[in-house]
């Protein structure tokens, strides 16, 4: 094995990816995979976690995927999952929560069910299945290598940075102090809890804004590194996190946003330096 290979390869680890199928979800699947683990695919749509696993095996990965249907949206849809994962594995070394949905809307109109909905989704289904979780994390916990969760948040979490994603935002801004919560709760059972902040990326979720390469473009113009988000971009950190290059690294909530996170505004002494 290389140093490379050692350092952050994730052969011989079962993962699992909620939402897995396309978008970020899909990226941090393939990622695994490439990097030699056996990577569980689940959303509501089985159909297209079937097709996205085939798709990554077709690559003829170091390691293999699965797909299969799951919902995070309810305590019995996380309950299924659970038993789903439990009939396929007694270990659990790597979950990734992804699965999340999105609601925009004016601030005067936006409706009360945009909370109910996002809430459940990005924020209990998250703990749920984490907590419900725990027996095989535990199982697959060492003190040389821990188990990883890793949980999606948003640079719209961290910054205000709204846009009518009221629910949206909220949520993810309570998926980081979550992630920080579990870190510190968790680090007895050898697992660590990390988050991704990501800017811009294609998904379906963004399809609104990024669906195009012209609308791509014009989003990434914005970004202070100049582009949105690409595959690797998410793929390196994915490895680092649940490889033995990130085995002691808990509580980071890593910004994923080409230089959004950082950006302050104008220089405040531009106009007195023109006068």
């Known amino acids: 094995m290389s140093y490379l290979d050692d350092l952050f390869g994730v052969a011989g680890k079962t993962a699992l990816v909620t939402g897995g199928a396309t978008g970020i979800g899909r990226m941090i699947a393939e990622a695994l ?52 994962v439990a009939a396929r594995t007694d270990k659990l070394h790597i979950l990734f929560n992804n699965a999340g949905v999105a609601w925009g809307a004016d601030l005067d109109d936006f409706p009360y069910k945009a909370w109910q909905k996002v809430m459940n989704i990005n924020v209990a289904g998250l703990f749920e299945m984490t907590r419900r979780l725990f027996p095989l994390l535990d199982a697959a916990a060492t003190d040389a290598d821990p188990a990883r969760v890793v949980n999606l948040g948003s640079v719209m979490g961290h910054w205000p940075m709204g846009d009518g994603s009221y629910s949206y935002s909220a949520s993810k801004a309570a998926v980081h102090h979550l992630t920080k919560i579990l870190a510190k709760e968790c680090a007895h059972r050898r697992i660590t809890f990390n988050a991704f902040a990501p800017g811009p990326f294609q998904s379906k979720m963004t399809e609104f804004a990024t669906g195009s390469d012209e609308k791509a473009e014009a989003v990434g113009s914005d970004v202070p590194l100049g582009r949105i988000g690409i595959p690797t971009d998410i793929a390196g950190a994915s490895l680092f996190l649940c490889s033995k290059a990130g085995a002691y690294v808990t509580g980071c909530i890593l910004p994923l946003d080409g230089g959004t996170g950082v950006m302050t505004g104008g220089d405040l002494w531009d106009k007195a330096r023109d006068l």
């Open 33 to 84: 995979a490439m990097g030699g683990a056996r990577v569980l695919i689940a959303s509501r749509k089985g159909e297209e976690c079937e097709r996205a696993a085939a798709e990554i095996n077709a690559l003829n990965p170091a390691g293999s995927a699965e797909g299969f249907a799951g919902d995070v949206g309810s305590e019995a849809g996380c309950d299924e999952l659970v038993q789903a």
